[in-house]
């Protein structure tokens, strides 16, 4: 029976709520941070087993290297997208094929959860990037059922949400695309609508749409944009507090301190990115407008491609500058701290400001990369060299 001790061994992925053939187990969130966790009801529970056999913590995914790395641009996909395009692209192929498509999408009260699609609009919603964990309650049973109606299904999602999915479903099926995101680590649900709360508080109105990294001004750097009382209001990502005390990895889940998937450990078919090194790896996309790096993890990723602008990049110079495919980032000395006095804060806002570092590794790295914009012909010129 799952009994989570140490929140730090768990992901939240899932697939023992979908793997219990009594339904002895839900997701509930903990007061302390507001991450969902399983809780088994001793009483229904028959001692199957199955929840542990199907923990992707328990029963870890060997890595596996890459089969090459690409860097990619959609045309007609790039301009609505976070980076280069290439998921919507992919998508497309399996909905023409009568197939469905599952992906994080925003609610309309703000809450992030994952969906299905069954046509391009439905694709949509699914397109940018959500800095929240996703809400994936149901999702991996219905993957199941599609499966087993012989349709094609493209699951999208965070590594360990992969993890679990292939550990729940126990066995490779030919109709299912897998595709993950290069993970800086997944931030606190419970945290994010008390963010959203403070907004609406600020404004004296419901917060109706939010764009996490709106590229409209920079790709490189993206500002955090939202809607309230029919007024958008746009802020460079890091004067954002929600935005950079994730990117200082303060508001991440324990789990994503000791990750279980990364590194290639997810089973994913493709892994996808920013390629934030563009200026070294891939210096014709050298234009702002943003640009995709993709993993191609299997040969059914690859076939999956087809279609798609590629061009091989050395793996080395495109992942560098990209902390989603290192090691499991340090937890930041302060994090018990902040989740301990978030709650009782009577401005959040000032609050999660006061927790924030002023010149972050992030930045440091997105300058180094962002001279390279306004230097093309010389970042050619190294990468040539290197």
Same mark, same amino acid.
């Given at each position: 029976?799952?009994?989570?001790?140490?929140?730090?061994?768990?992901?939240?992925?899932?697939?023992?709520?979908?793997?219990?053939?009594?339904?002895?187990?839900?997701?509930?969130?903990?007061?302390?941070?507001?991450?969902?966790?399983?809780?088994?009801?001793?009483?229904?529970?028959?001692?199957? /087993?199955?929840?542990?056999? *199907?923990?992707?913590?328990?029963? @870890? =995914? +060997?890595? #596996?290297?890459?089969?090459?790395? $690409?860097?990619?641009?959609?045309?007609?996909?790039?301009?609505?997208?976070?980076?280069?395009?290439?998921?919507?692209?992919?998508?497309?192929?399996?909905?023409?094929?009568?197939?469905?498509?599952?992906?994080?999408?925003?609610?309309?009260?703000?809450?992030?959860?994952?969906?299905?699609?069954?046509?391009?609009?439905?694709?949509?919603?699914?397109?940018?990037?959500?800095?929240?964990?996703?809400?994936?309650?149901?999702?991996?049973?219905?993957?199941?059922?599609?499966? /087993?109606?012989?349709?094609? *299904?493209?699951?999208?999602?965070? @590594? =360990? +949400?992969? #993890?679990?999915?292939?550990?729940? $479903?126990?066995?490779?099926?030919?109709?299912?695309?897998?595709?993950?995101?290069?993970?800086?680590?997944?931030?606190?649900?419970?945290?994010?609508?008390?963010?959203?709360?403070?907004?609406?508080?600020?404004?004296?109105?419901?917060?109706?749409?939010?764009?996490?990294?709106?590229?409209?001004?920079?790709?490189?750097?993206?500002?955090?944009?939202?809607?309230?009382?029919?007024?958008?209001?746009?802020?460079?990502?890091?004067?954002?507090?929600?935005?950079?005390?994730?990117?200082?990895?303060?508001?991440?889940?324990?789990?994503?301190?000791? =990750?279980?998937?990364?590194?290639?450990?997810?089973?994913?078919?493709?892994?996808?990115?920013?390629?934030?090194?563009?200026?070294?790896?891939?210096?014709?996309?050298?234009?702002?407008?943003?640009?995709?790096?993709?993993?191609?993890?299997?040969?059914?990723?690859?076939?999956?491609?087809?279609?798609?602008?590629?061009?091989?990049?050395?793996?080395?110079?495109?992942?560098?500058?990209?902390?989603?495919?290192?090691?499991?980032?340090?937890?930041?000395?302060?994090?018990?701290?902040?989740?301990?006095?978030?709650?009782?804060?009577?401005?959040?806002?000032?609050?999660?400001?006061?927790?924030?570092?002023?010149?972050?590794?992030?930045?440091?790295?997105?300058?180094?990369?962002?001279?390279?914009?306004?230097?093309?012909?010389?970042?050619?010129?190294?990468?040539?060299?290197?």
């Amino acid at each position: 029976m799952i009994d989570i001790k140490d929140k730090s061994l768990c992901t939240g992925c899932t697939a023992c709520v979908s793997a219990c053939p009594v339904q002895c187990i839900v997701m509930r969130r903990d007061r302390e941070e507001g991450f969902d966790y399983p809780v088994a009801n001793p009483d229904r529970c028959i001692g199957c /087993g199955k929840c542990e056999k *199907v923990c992707p913590v328990l029963n @870890p =995914c +060997q890595p #596996a290297e890459p089969l090459c790395a $690409l860097a990619a641009r959609s045309d007609e996909y790039v301009s609505g997208s976070a980076s280069g395009g290439v998921f919507p692209a992919v998508a497309a192929k399996v909905i023409a094929a009568g197939g469905v498509v599952y992906g994080a999408v925003l609610n309309e009260d703000m809450t992030v959860g994952h969906a299905d699609a069954e046509d391009m609009e439905a694709v949509g919603r699914m397109r940018g990037s959500k800095y929240v964990q996703s809400d994936l309650y149901g999702t991996f049973e219905e993957v199941r059922y599609y499966l /087993g109606e012989g349709r094609r *299904v493209m699951f999208t999602g965070t @590594p =360990c +949400q992969i #993890a679990g999915l292939k550990s729940f $479903l126990g066995k490779e099926d030919e109709n299912l695309l897998t595709v993950d995101c290069a993970c800086h680590g997944v931030p606190s649900p419970g945290l994010w609508e008390k963010y959203v709360k403070a907004l609406e508080n600020k404004h004296g109105a419901k917060v109706t749409d939010v764009r996490f990294r709106d590229k409209a001004q920079s790709w490189m750097h993206y500002d955090f944009v939202y809607a309230a009382g029919g007024q958008e209001f746009r802020m460079p990502y890091m004067k954002s507090p929600y935005m950079a005390l994730f990117l200082q990895d303060m508001s991440l889940r324990p789990s994503c301190y000791k =990750c279980p998937a990364r590194g290639g450990r997810s089973g994913s078919d493709l892994t996808l990115a920013d390629l934030w090194n563009v200026a070294a790896a891939a210096p014709g996309m050298n234009d702002d407008k943003g640009a995709s790096l993709i993993l191609v993890n299997t040969e059914k990723g690859r076939e999956a491609l087809a279609g798609v602008p590629t061009s091989e990049v050395d793996m080395a110079a495109a992942v560098r500058n990209n902390g989603g495919f290192a090691e499991s980032i340090p937890e930041p000395e302060r994090r018990a701290e902040f989740f301990k006095g978030h709650h009782s804060a009577k401005d959040l806002i000032k609050y999660m400001k006061g927790f924030v570092v002023r010149k972050p590794i992030h930045i440091i790295i997105y300058r180094s990369v962002r001279s390279g914009l306004s230097a093309p012909n010389s970042c050619a010129r190294a990468a040539r060299v290197s």
